[in-house]
C-alpha cells in the first residue's frame, strides 16, 4: 500500500453543490482528510435549485440525515412527480410521477398490456396504474409505512445549504471567508497547489473540488476544460425567478407550464412558493418574461425577480489534474427535471468511491470523466424529448420539433413509435415508466405494441386492468391530503 498522499481536500465554493461535498466527504471520509471550504458570502450563491428526485433520500441516508430534522430545516414538502401543462398543446396536462406503471413481466412493460386493452376498446389513461401518479393528482400523500410510494422533496435552497453547512461544521470541516483571487499552480505538474484570497491567504491543498457555480473558477478559469455547446438542442437560456406567498394547501408535485418561448416552474415549499420563467432571449425579452412571471404568480411577490443567464452543455473534462468539477461548474442541462442536485451527488459518491488516496491515476480520471459524460448525455436527451415532441405553433416549439436531435435519442422514439419498446440502459438515470410517461404525455402513441396482453384474452385482461385501478384508488382514497400529512409528519398546528 502506498502511503496517502491526498490529505487536504478543498472545495471552492459554498453553493448547494460545495455543501454537499461537503457534507458528505466530511461525514464518510472525515476522518482520513483535512477537509477546507471557501466561499465568498460577497459572492453569493445562484439561489434556485428547489425542486428533486427520489434519488436524494439514498443519499440523505450517506449522510445520516433525520427526515424530519431535515424536512423542518429546509421548509420542505413532499414530491411525487412533476405536472407538465401545456407542453405537446395547450390545454394539455400530463404528470411525469415517480412511480411504477403497473406491473411489468420479463417478457414486456406493463405499458404494453395497457395498449393491448385501449386496442380493444378500453377507454382508461396510462397513469390510472401508477399509485404515485393518482396521488399526486388527488393533491394526497403517505410515507412507505401506510402503503408503497416513492417522492422526493421540494426544499429551500438557501435553508438546505445553511443545514449542511452546520452539519459539515460540526463534523470538523474549516470554512474560510473570501473571494479567491488567484490560483497557484505546479509549474511543472500543472497541479493546484492553493487557491490565494482577495486577503493574501492561501488555502494550499492536495484535491480541490470546483462548485464556483457557472464560472468555474478553477475547472474552466484554470484549467480551461472547454464548454460543448448544447444550445442548439436546449436554447432556453435565461431564467427569471421569484419567491412568493403561498396562497394555498402545497401540491406534492412541481408544476412546469410551457409558454411559447420555454416554460415556467412553480415549487411550492411550507412557507413559500417558488416560481421561474425561463425562455429563450432570441424569443422573449427580457422586460416580456418580467411581465409575464409576474402576471402568472398567484401569491404576493416576497423578492425582487432575480435574472440568472446560463448555456446548456456540458465542460469537455470535469476532471482535470488534481481538480474535479460539480454542479453548474461541470455543466448545465436546463432545470426541467429537477436532476442538477442529483448529478451533484452522483458525481460526489462517485469521487467517494474512487477517491485518489494514493494519488491522482489517470486511467480513474479517465473513468470519472466518462461516467459523467455519459450521465449527463442520457439526461439531456431525456429533456430533449419533451422539446421535440409537441405540437405546438409557435416558432420557438416548430424549431424544436424540427430540430436534428441526438442519434441516441432518435432510436429510442423510433423504438417507442414503431412497437412501444422503451428500455433503461446502464447510464439511464430515468426508468422505463419515466420515458413512457412523458413519451405518452407528449402525444406520441405507438403504432403496435407487444402481444403480451392479447395472450391472456380480452375478458381477463379487463378484469385484470379494472383490479390494478381498484386497488390504487382504494389506496389513494385512504391517504391524507398532501397538507394535512406535512403538518402531521412535521408536527405543526394545521394550516387555518
Ligand atoms: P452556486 O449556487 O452558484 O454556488 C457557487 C459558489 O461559489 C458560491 O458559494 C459562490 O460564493 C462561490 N464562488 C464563486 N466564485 C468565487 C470566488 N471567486 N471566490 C470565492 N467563492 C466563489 N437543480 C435542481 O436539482 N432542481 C431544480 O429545481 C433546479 N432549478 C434550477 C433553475 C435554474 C434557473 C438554474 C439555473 C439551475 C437550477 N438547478 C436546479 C441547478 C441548481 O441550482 C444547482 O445545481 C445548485 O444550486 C448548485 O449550484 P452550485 O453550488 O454549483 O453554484
Known amino acids: 500500500m502506498t502511503e496517502q498522499r491526498v490529505k487536504k481536500v478543498v472545495i471552492a465554493g459554498g453553493g448547494t453543490a460545495g455543501w454537499l461535498a461537503a457534507a458528505a466527504l466530511s461525514r464518510q471520509l472525515g476522518q482520513l482528510l483535512d477537509i477546507t471550504l471557501v466561499e465568498s458570502e460577497e ?14 433520500r439514498s443519499f440523505h441516508a450517506i449522510l445520516g440525515l433525520d427526515e424530519r430534522e431535515f424536512m423542518r430545516a429546509t421548509q420542505a414538502t413532499f414530491k411525487l412527480g412533476i405536472s407538465f401543462e401545456n407542453w405537446a398543446r395547450d390545454g394539455d396536462r400530463y404528470i411525469h410521477s415517480f412511480g411504477d406503471l403497473g406491473k411489468s413481466t ?23 396504474y401508477c399509485l404515485e401518479l393518482q396521488a399526486a393528482k388527488a393533491e394526497r400523500f403517505a410515507l412507505p ?23 459539515s461544521e460540526a463534523n470538523g470541516l474549516k470554512r474560510i471567508e473570501g473571494r479567491i483571487a488567484s ?28 462548485c464556483t457555480g457557472f464560472r468555474g473558477l478553477l475547472i474552466e478559469s484554470t484549467y480551461a476544460a472547454g464548454y460543448e455547446d448544447w444550445s442548439h438542442w436546449l436554447p432556453t437560456n435565461s431564467a427569471l425567478a421569484v419567491q412568493s406567498a403561498a396562497t394555498g394547501p402545497a401540491h406534492p408535485y412541481t408544476r412546469a407550464i410551457a409558454h411559447d418561448a420555454g416554460w415556467r416552474w412553480r415549487i411550492p415549499l411550507q412557507h413559500r412558493v417558488g416560481n421561474g420563467l425561463v425562455y429563450a432571449s432570441e424569443h422573449l425579452s427580457d422586460d416580456e418574461a418580467h411581465a409575464r412571471l409576474l402576471g402568472t404568480i398567484d401569491g404576493a411577490p416576497l423578492t425582487e425577480p432575480r435574472l440568472i443567464r446560463f448555456r446548456t452543455g456540458r465542460r469537455r473534462q470535469v476532471w482535470m489534474g488534481n481538480c474535479v468539477a460539480l454542479s453548474l461548474a461541470s455543466g448545465f442541462v436546463e432545470p426541467l427535471e429537477s436532476t442538477s442536485i442529483h448529478l451533484v451527488m452522483t458525481g ?21 470523466n466518462e461516467q459523467a459524460q455519459a450521465e449527463l448525455e442520457r439526461v439531456r436527451d431525456f429533456i430533449i424529448l419533451h422539446y421535440h415532441l409537441n405540437e405546438r405553433p409557435e416558432p420557438f416549439w416548430a424549431a424544436r ?9 432518435v432510436e429510442r422514439i423510433a423504438l417507442f413509435a414503431e412497437a412501444a419498446q422503451a428500455y433503461q440502459g446502464g447510464e439511464d438515470l430515468f426508468r422505463v415508466a419515466s420515458w413512457v410517461q412523458v413519451m405518452l404525455g407528449q402525444r406520441l402513441m405507438p403504432r403496435d405494441h407487444h402481444r403480451l396482453g392479447t395472450i391472456m384474452g380480452g375478458p381477463q385482461l379487463a378484469g385484470v386492468l379494472a383490479k390494478m385501478r381498484g386497488d390504487i384508488s382504494d389506496v389513494v382514497a385512504a391517504m391524507p391530503t398532501h397538507q394535512k400529512f406535512l403538518d402531521r409528519h412535521l408536527l405543526r398546528p394545521p394550516r387555518a
Open 145 to 167: 409505512s401506510e402503503g408503497e410510494i416513492n417522492y422526493a422533496y421540494h426544499l429551500d435552497a438557501g435553508l438546505y445549504a445553511r443545514f449542511l453547512r452546520a452539519r
Open 106 to 128: 420479463w417478457m414486456g412493460d406493463f405499458h404494453h398490456f395497457w395498449l393491448a386493452a385501449k386496442a380493444a376498446g378500453d377507454a382508461s389513461e396510462i397513469g390510472d
Open 183 to 210: 490560483v497557484d499552480r505546479d509549474g511543472e505538474t500543472g497541479f493546484i497547489r492553493a487557491l490565494v484570497l482577495d486577503s493574501g491567504e492561501r488555502v494550499e491543498g492536495d484535491l480541490f473540488i470546483d
Open 348 to 368: 460526489v459518491t462517485r469521487l467517494m468511491q474512487a477517491f485518489p488516496f494514493g494519488g491522482v491515476a489517470p486511467a480513474a480520471v479517465t473513468r470519472f
Open 43 to 56: 459572492i453569493g450563491t445562484i439561489g434556485v435549485g428547489e425542486a428533486t428526485i427520489p434519488t436524494m
Open 401 to 409: 420539433r424540427d430540430m436534428p436531435i441526438p442519434d441516441t435519442l
